[in-house]
């Protein structure tokens, strides 16, 4: 299966904050923000927004001198005897605190053995989740989080993920033409989030934004109750710019 990235503002966040992280790593003594700026070349703006973020994320602390050292999260994600675990734990607050933020229950997918597969979510019971009524594996063309994983396929995996999936007409406004559909995710702009506008269930609407690094496949999204699409575009975007922090979970 060949995949067709194209690097989002998430990545690019993600990779400068893992540049980062490793500055600050090697220097077990603590460096200063200054110090940062120049070892890693970035501007001042753009890194005191990372640290806001890695501080936050517990990836790095601020000591009494103002210098920066390693924080708790990444010695215990180091330490950990069951590193799966810990990560898990840690996406798990991470996407707490994102559903708080955004107001919407949110969730990781991956693309794995050429299935989809949502692998964690947060929601509450005033962000409820969506109700899977249709098994998430052969119901990608009509949710966000399917459609967001096909279009990083090429063409071929997404031909070949259609062959073995049918599409079948969850609700109205479901797509059922594999014509239709390979265009509309050929035309999807990596940067834009992919929406599902009550395609896989009557009352629910979604937006899912890629989070892909090196050859694997994924996907932040978000689901709302059609009561709430007011807010849909309003919450993708959010759910995009705060998806570095996911990110940079998966690639450390």
Known sequence: MALKHEPTAPYHSAQDALRVLETVARHTTGITDAELARHTTLSPERLTSLLRMLRREGYVEQVTDGAYVTGEALTRLGSAQDREEALREKLQRTLD???????????????????????????????????????????????????????????????????RHKMARLTSRTITSDKLLLSRLEAQPATVPVLDLQEYAVGTVCAAVPITAGSSVGCLALSLPVEHAHRLRQAADALNRNAAPVLLSLAI
Do not use: C, M
Request: glycine content about 6%; overall charge negative.
């Open 97 to 163: 605190r994102l559903r708080d933020s955004v107001g919407a229950a949110v969730y990781i997918s991956r693309y794995v053995d050429g299935e989809v597969k949502v692998t964690q979510y947060a929601d509450s019971p005033d962000t409820p989740a969506v109700h899977e009524w249709v098994d998430f594996r052969v119901s990608a063309h009509a949710t966000a989080v399917g459609k967001s994983l096909l279009t990083q396929l090429d063409h071929n995996g997404r031909r070949d993920h259609l062959s």
